[in-house]
């Protein structure tokens, strides 16, 4: 192999990274928790949620997927007060079919407890806090909310990662298929670095 094609191929490799790794990052579809039911955390993890959500950074076009039994438990939006209260009475956004996707639309802190207060009062809830695209949270943590309570091994939230954002089916089954963007913009990537690659030989 000549030097000159040795060269080429290193542009192709490199112009293919380049266009491949920054656009499969752009949105993932978190489960919650890492956990396959949305539920109270044990006795000895109570902060799990909490402790779950720091340790994840989440932008805009990311999703949260909540698995439960709808027949046990729910997942509602509520505003900070209710949070702290575990007010289920006047939720923002109620979701209940037991395989529930917030998308996450816009920079804000977003406050989730169980629709079951008995559940919420033993810390199933929880809250993430979504930067804006310049990497500002908005808003800045209020005065009167709690500190998440940290517990359990640290190595426990990031036991799994997030799952890519798949192209998921109307029903929202949460399975992992193709990343939809990057494939584009990787198609895109890839014929430039053909170009090169031709231009080059
Ligand atoms: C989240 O962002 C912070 C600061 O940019 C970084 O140090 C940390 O590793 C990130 N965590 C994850 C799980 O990506
Ligand atoms: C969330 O986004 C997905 C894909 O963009 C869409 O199919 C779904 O209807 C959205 N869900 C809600 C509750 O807006």
């Not at 890492?34 to 949620?49: I, T």
């Not at 402790?51 to 932008?59: G, I, P, Y």
């Not at 919420?120 to 943590?141: E, L, T, Y």
């Not at 399975?175 to 990787?186: D, F």
């Amino acid at each position: 192999m000549s030097f000159l094609q040795h060269c080429s191929l290193l542009t192709l490799l490199v112009l293919f990274l380049f266009f491949q790794i920054p656009v499969a990052v752009l949105s993932f579809q978190y489960k919650v928790g890492d956990l396959d039911s949305w539920g109270v955390p044990p006795p000895s993890m109570p902060g799990l949620y909490s402790l779950w959500s720091k340790n994840h950074n989440f932008t805009i076009g990311d999703s949260l997927l909540f698995l439960y039994p709808p027949s046990q438990d729910s997942v509602i939006q509520v505003t900070e007060r209710a949070y702290n209260t575990c007010a289920t009475s006047d939720p923002i956004r109620k979701m209940t079919d037991g395989n529930s996707v917030f998308n996450i639309t816009a920079p804000d802190t977003f406050f989730f407890i169980s629709g079951n207060r008995v559940h919420c009062q033993k810390h199933q809830r929880m809250q993430i806090r979504v930067p804006s695209a310049d990497g500002k949270f908005f808003p800045p943590p209020g005065a009167d909310a709690p500190a998440p309570a940290a517990a359990g091994p640290s190595s426990y939230a990031n036991a799994f990662g997030p799952m890519p954002m798949g192209l998921r089916s109307g029903a929202g089954s949460g399975a992992v298929g193709g990343l939809g963007i990057s494939g584009v913009a990787g198609a895109v990537g890839s014929v430039i670095a053909g170009l090169f690659f031709w231009i080059l030989v």
